[in-house]
T-cell receptor, first 115, second 108 residues
Framework: GAVVSQHPSWVICKSGTSVKIECRSL??????MFWYRQFPKQSLMLMAT?????????EQGVEKDKFLINHASLTLSTLTVTSAHPEDSSFYIC???????????FGSGTQLSVL | GEDVEQSLFLSVREGDSSVINCTYT??????LYWYKQEPGAGLQLLTY?????DMKQDQRLTVLLNKKDKHLSLRIADTQTGDSAIYFC????????FGAGTRLTVKP
């Protein structure tokens, strides 16, 4: 299957700093990428959908100024958690899709811990 | 209420079959998926079925779809300890809709 690489796998940062998470599709062009947040023992919560070259569409309740998403190329999307606080600590997962292809491939996730 | 529902826990003995069930609400769903998530990892696509099919088999995995009852199941034959994980039922209804995940525990 297709490969989606997510980096870093885990990050610890101080409160008030910003953290960037990268999501790359390695062997296909990801026209659409999705960002999720997952709390312990819970399902994935969709945060935003980004189409290459367009502004991301955020789900209700997700602060766009807090979670900056950039999808500048067909193989890379980034999520920047700005001025991170302890309540932003979570597992973040990206996924990628080519056009309307039925398959959705996920990155390996990033565990963010904000001290 | 939830659009995609799954039971939260399933425990089986090694070598037995596991059946994980999922119900959904939108009859216009096109594709239905099963993803596996191991601790601290992303989601791995196990298998998927198109809505005009009622069964798909892939080695130890069998997917059954009852479109009339909006019921999807995943059967894992000869379950192994390495199958212990969370299994997500995901339904494509325009957007991807996720179930809460079923935590499968395989006891030796």
């Amino acid at each position: 299957g297709a490969v989606v690489s997510q980096h870093p796998s885990w990050v610890i940062c101080k409160s008030g700093t910003s953290v960037k998470i990268e999501c790359r599709s390695l062997d296909f062009q990801a026209t659409t990428m999705f960002w999720y947040r997952q709390f312990p023992k819970q399902s994935l919560m969709l945060m935003a959908t980004s189409n290459e070259g367009s502004k991301a569409t955020y789900e209700q309740g997700v602060e766009k100024d807090k979670f900056l998403i950039n999808h500048a190329s067909l193989t890379l999307s980034t999520l920047t958690v700005t001025s991170a606080h302890p309540e932003d600590s979570s597992f973040y997962i990206c996924s990628a899709r080519w056009l309307k292809n039925e398959k959705l491939f996920f990155g390996s996730g990033t565990q963010l811990s904000v001290l | 209420g939830e659009d995609v529902e799954q039971s939260l826990f399933l425990s089986v003995r090694e070598g037995d079959s596991s059946v994980i069930n999922c119900t959904y609400t939108d009859s216009s769903s096109t594709y239905l998926y099963w993803y596996k998530q191991e601790p601290g990892a992303g989601l791995q696509l196990l298998t998927y079925i198109f809505s005009n099919m009622d069964m798909k088999q892939d080695q130890r995995l069998t997917v059954l779809l009852n479109k009339k009852d909006k019921h999807l199941s995943l059967r894992i034959a000869d379950t192994q300890t390495g199958d212990s994980a969370i299994y997500f039922c995901v339904v494509l209804e325009g957007d991807m809709r996720f179930g809460a995940g079923t935590r499968l525990t395989v006891k030796p």
